[in-house]
């Protein structure tokens, strides 16, 4: 543990959670200073964090075993206190309200201890994107980044112009953010607008149709489109480190190949 206060903290509120708390996460900020249009971008990301989770599936393993999962982080950070999808927000004065009784509440002691799959940062004029699991490969990384900014650009036109937020209840959500976990690319996701079950690939194809404007008006599209495009055909990394394993049945070949991969980029 790193011997700094916060953690410190975190290590006595959260007792064995954080001492089994092996896992690291990809955080995303995309600069916003419009303090209710964050809010707004929250609401209505919501319901493609669970596609671009399934892109950057990466951890199949835990303790020497595989889980059956293309996510296991994602299952392990589910069971803190403030993890998981947010529900939407009226505004930022909704927002602030409810960080406020959580601290009330002995809940939590600072606003940088909310740890949902998206949050307004407590200490950056950002919308902060924390779903996904550390990709294994820099243009991995690169893809879930363009997709969360062309994500949050969307959001926010959409906001502006003056759609209408989706309603989508907690518990699909929840499903949706579990499929993409157990199967990452290799099943099917769920398309909550459809209300169906459909290919991974077909939603991968749903989230880049609804971010292209943003990314074509940046000069963007043609890189982030490549890269998750892919990314479904070669297979996530959760998947590629499945098929090393399954060659001599050694995760010492599993380290080699992440360590390999990330090196190359």
């Not at 669970?50 to 950070?77: I, Q």
């Not at 309603?167 to 699909?172: A, G, I, W």
């Amino acid at each position: 543990m790193t011997p700094k206060a916060r953690y410190v903290e975190v290590a006595e509120e959260q007792a064995q959670l954080s001492r089994e708390q092996l896992i690291f996460g990809c955080h995303v900020h995309i600069g916003i200073s419009d303090r209710d249009g964050a809010i707004e971008v929250m609401n209505r990301s919501r319901p493609w964090l669970a596609v671009m989770l399934a892109l950057a599936a990466n951890s199949p393993y835990w303790l020497g075993t595989d889980t059956g999962y293309s996510s296991f982080r994602t299952e392990m950070w589910s069971r803190w206190p403030t993890a998981g999808t947010p529900h939407p927000f009226s505004s930022r004065a909704d927002f602030d309200n409810l960080v406020s009784s959580l601290q009330a509440t002995g809940t939590i002691s600072d606003g940088t201890k909310i740890y949902w799959d998206m949050r307004p940062s407590a200490r950056f004029e950002t919308i902060e994107f924390r779903v996904t699991d550390v990709c294994m490969t820099v243009d991995e990384a690169v893809m879930i980044a363009g997709l969360a900014r062309g994500l949050a650009r969307t959001c926010y036109d959409a906001a502006i112009g003056g759609e209408p937020s989706p309603q989508v209840r907690p518990e699909l959500l929840r499903a949706a953010k579990w499929q993409a976990a157990r199967y990452g690319l290799d099943g099917q996701l769920i398309d909550l607008d459809a209300m169906a079950s459909v290919p991974a690939a077909a939603m991968v194809e749903s989230l880049l149709a609804y971010v292209r404007p943003a990314l074509e008006n940046y000069g963007e599209w043609d890189e982030v489109a490549a890269l998750a495009r892919g990314t479904v055909e070669r297979g996530s990394a959760a998947r590629r480190q499945r098929e090393i394993f399954a060659r001599n049945q050694r995760l010492e070949d599993v380290v080699d190949f992440v360590i390999a991969e990330t090196a190359r980029g």
